[in-house]
């Protein structure tokens, strides 16, 4: 609607910017579609779920915590360290979203040929992880082995620590624990009892950026998200324009009708030779 308004009046003398409430309009067109970007991503959530992966050292109980999260008895579980050779994974819903839980064997320095190349594909997981939560034994803490492992994580890829096992502490070390000074985002729980999975849950939810309660959530393809930030940054070029010269009409014109192009590739209601033929016109009535 802009677009054509500003083609319609190329040459006026009034300042059309003012006449035509461009700017405001612009505002809510931003703000609306930063709101369908928004839904957008929560539908590609949706769709495509998360990978969440869990590590850390042996008999920490990695296994122990897929189990419970699946509510079934998926991997084995031992109190012998190293019995998780290869991965194991497990979709789950929480509040609908998929999480791809993915177990995986305990991370340690061995000499056992088939412990190794389970310990390669943990750091492969671990690579691909969207999320992982490093799992430590509640009453041992955090040992010179896990600041290794942490050490090696993957920058910007959000971390849980999970002190597990605290089924098995002394209400004092319970209470100590929970005063420490905590940099990482940390859950204390008990894959034995449940307690703290809530926690848990609610915390993997925050990090998806999931807000609950949205009513329109998009189907949005990868290619559709592409394109709603493209017209956006379109949008925000022709709102730069509109606030540092009013009578640059040609290129605010021209940044809306990029941000449009983009918003046709989803809705296919207009090809760029449609909308070239509809400019075309357009300028043969203003001449
Ligand atoms: N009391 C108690 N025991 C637990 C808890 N979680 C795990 N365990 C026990 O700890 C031992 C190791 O558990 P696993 O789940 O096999 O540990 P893991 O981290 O998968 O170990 P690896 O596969 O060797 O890397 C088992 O005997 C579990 O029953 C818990 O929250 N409380
Ligand atoms: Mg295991």
Known sequence: ?????TLDFPEEEIDFLEAADARGKLATLRHELSQIQSDARQGALLREGLSVVLAGQPNVGKSSLLNALAGAELA?????????????????QIEGIPLHIVDTAGLRETEDEVERAG?????????????????????????????????N????????????KIDLLAESAAVALATEAKAV?????????????????????????????TESVYSARERHLIALRAANRHLLNA???????AQALDLFAEELRL???QL????GEFTPDDLLGEIFSRFCIGK
């Open 264 to 267: 046709n590739t989803i809705t």
């Open 76 to 92: 084995i579980v031992t109190p012998i360290a190293g019995t998780t050779r290869d991965k194991i994974a497990q979709t789950i």
């Open 153 to 164: 994580l993957p920058a910007g890829v959000p971390m849980i620590q999970l002190h597990n």
């Open 185 to 213: 985002r940390t859950v204390r729980l008990s894959a034995k009892s449940g307690a703290g999975i809530v926690d848990l849950r609610a915390q993997l939810l925050e990090i998806a950026g999931w807000q609950v309660g």
């Open 119 to 151: 310990i390669a594909r943990t750091w492969q997981a671990i690579k691909q992880a969207d999320i992982v939560l490093h799992l430590l034994d509640a009453r041992i803490g955090f040992t010179p082995e896990d600041a290794a492992i942490a050490a």
């Open 239 to 245: 709102a730069e324009q509109a606030a540092q010269n």
């Open 259 to 261: 941000a449009q192009l």
């Open 1 to 5: 609607m802009l677009v054509e308004a």
